[in-house]
């Protein structure tokens, strides 16, 4: 099926700002079809929907026509750059950002991020796009649609001030741009800020409001959140805390797909034995007073031999503590921006 008869005819008002416009492409094809749909577009059109298919679809869903048009030309954008055909990619760029695209103001940063270009420069476009309106009223005047790429050029905004990435670290501006994500529901952002209360970085440290941030990243559906989340609560509520982790794991993250095998055998003790949850949590109390007062001992009597060799290295071959501290995903996300 071609472009036009798709915006025409069958797109919702949720497909606008999907990939392909949410429409499954089953085979090769309709691959080649979809891009020689593009080339043809670009041809007759420079790339623009043809009048009378923009109407009918701005008219049929009640999204302005503008918007419609700079989404296609933002498919273009990205196919264009697929094919390394940089020269008609340059010019649907600025046609699209004439028009006002925040997607192509964010499509060219990116580009500029992923080429080792102009850092500086990416993070001044991403700067730009976070400005914009992050929302698209429809014709009845109540009704909106997230303007394609806001919320994330906040999220990258706050990651390179955060990371000192094109200029130099700004942990305020950082912890602005982040608000901003919270307010607009970026689960990246709600995550990033729930781990620096928990860590105290660039905010006072509080722990119970940094695990409501990334309880609520979580819920969001973010999978890094869901993991970190489920780590620490792990040790008070090993069984809600490991429902969070198989949640990560189940959404790729490898970690948690580590954790919940290492897991699994306690959790299903647990299961099966009601009150053994709280015979754990107990043991583990006791084993974390007895090491206190290990290390004492030894800071006491450094030169005393011990007197349980083989019981001491049974203990070491188990974990001394059930959680351990999550890593912060905030750099590695930045790092591997996509």
């Known amino acids: 099926?071609?472009?036009?008869?798709?915006?025409?005819?069958?797109?919702?008002?949720?497909?606008?700002?999907?990939?392909?416009?949410?429409?499954?492409?089953?085979?090769?094809?309709?691959?080649?079809?979809?891009?020689?749909?593009?080339?043809?577009?670009?041809?007759?059109?420079?790339?623009?929907?043809?009048?009378?298919?923009?109407?009918?679809?701005?008219?049929?869903?009640?999204?302005?026509?503008?918007?419609?048009?700079?989404?296609?030309?933002?498919?273009?954008?990205?196919y264009f750059i697929s094919q390394g055909d940089t020269d008609k990619a340059d010019i649907l760029f600025a046609k699209a950002i004439g028009n006002g695209s925040a997607e192509a103001i964010y499509l060219l940063s990116l580009l500029h991020t992923q080429s080792n270009g102009n850092i500086?420069?990416?993070?001044?476009?991403?700067?730009?796009?976070?400005?914009?309106?992050?929302?698209?009223?429809?014709?009845?005047?109540?009704?909106?649609?997230?303007?394609?790429?806001?919320?994330?050029?906040l999220y990258l905004t706050a990651s390179f001030y955060f990371n000192g990435i094109g200029k130099e670290r700004d942990l305020p501006k950082a912890i602005e741009f982040y608000n901003k994500g919270i307010e607009l529901k970026n689960e990246k952002c709600i995550r990033d800020l729930g781990l620096l209360y928990i860590e105290g970085v660039g905010v006072e440290k509080d722990i119970e409001k940094g695990l409501d941030l990334l309880k609520s990243a979580s819920e969001l559906g973010d999978p890094v959140s869901k993991f970190n989340y489920g780590m620490?609560?792990?040790?008070?509520?090993?069984?809600?805390?490991?429902?969070?982790?198989?949640?990560?794991?189940?959404?790729?993250?490898?970690?948690?797909?580590?954790?919940?095998?290492?897991?699994?055998?306690?959790?299903?003790?647990?299961l099966l034995q009601p009150n053994i949850e709280e015979e754990l949590l107990e043991k583990q109390k006791r084993n974390n007073n007895n090491n206190k007062n290990k290390n004492n001992n030894n800071n006491n009597n450094k030169n005393k031999p011990s007197s349980n060799k083989s019981s001491s290295n049974k203990e070491s071959e188990k974990p001394k503590n059930i959680i351990e501290k999550p890593k912060n995903k905030i750099i590695e996300d930045c790092d591997n921006v996509d």
């Not at 420069?121 to 790429?149: K, M």
């Not at 040790?235 to 290492?262: R, T, W």
């Open 1 to 78: 099926m071609q472009l036009v008869d798709w915006l025409s005819s069958h797109a919702k008002v949720e497909d606008i700002n999907k990939e392909r416009f949410g429409l499954e492409l089953k085979n090769e094809q309709e691959i080649k079809d979809w891009n020689n749909d593009i080339e043809n577009r670009y041809k007759k059109n420079q790339g623009d929907l043809n009048a009378k298919a923009l109407e009918s679809c701005s008219k049929r869903l009640g999204i302005p026509s503008n918007y419609i048009n700079n989404r296609v030309l933002c498919e273009a954008i990205n």
């Open 120 to 153: 500086e420069e990416s993070l001044d476009l991403y700067e730009q796009v976070s400005l914009l309106p992050p929302f698209i009223t429809l014709s009845d005047g109540v009704s909106t649609i997230p303007n394609a790429r806001v919320t994330d050029s």
């Open 232 to 270: 620490l609560l792990f040790n008070d509520s090993p069984i809600e805390g490991f429902k969070y982790m198989q949640e990560a794991a189940d959404l790729g993250v490898e970690e948690a797909q580590n954790k919940v095998k290492f897991y699994k055998p306690t959790i299903e003790k647990i």
